[in-house]
């Protein structure tokens, strides 16, 4: 467990569901945030951590794994009022942590903010290293032929 004073990072439950929805879509439409259907947060639940203060979710990310060595580090999402808190590194140094645990070698994101993953120790890497993830969610994209994320990778073990 992750701990800064008044937040901690834990594992999300299905009372918090509603509360990363609600993160999802603010986040979808004022950024490239892929939109998430509530249905879609309760069925991928054990993929999400959850940063909480006083009982009240205030950010949120998801691991999902790719392959026996890979996996994506994706919707990350904190709350506007939470923002420059280093929330979103906390987040993301849980999931890097699980994915460690799990035997997972690598873990990737695609992002409009490279600059900031890249603060945490994330580096650019091809796209044509994510077959799984390109032929199973990207294809599905509505702006798959005009994708401006960048691919970034980070070793875990």
């Not at 892929?34 to 879609?40: A, E, I, R, V």
């Not at 709350?79 to 035997?103: N, T």
């Amino acid at each position: 467990m992750i701990e800064t004073p008044n937040i901690t990072v834990i594992p999300a439950r299905v009372a918090h569901a509603r509360d990363i929805h609600r993160l999802v879509v603010y986040w979808s439409e004022r950024t490239p945030v892929l939109l998430k259907s509530l249905g879609q947060i309760y069925e991928n639940l054990r993929e999400f951590v959850v940063a909480v203060e006083n009982d009240k979710v205030v950010g949120a990310a998801a691991l999902h794994i790719d392959w026996a060595d890979l996996a994506e580090v994706r919707t990350v999402v904190v709350s506007p009022d939470h923002q420059g808190r280093r929330i979103g590194q906390m987040l993301i140094e849980k999931q890097v942590d699980i994915a460690r645990d799990l035997g997972i070698e690598r873990v990737f994101v695609l992002t409009d903010k490279p600059a900031w993953f890249a603060r945490l120790g994330f580096g650019p890497i091809d796209k044509a290293e994510l077959p799984h993830k390109v032929w199973r969610d990207c294809v599905n994209c509505p702006i798959f032929t005009n994708c401006t994320e960048v691919a970034l990778g980070r070793d875990v073990s």
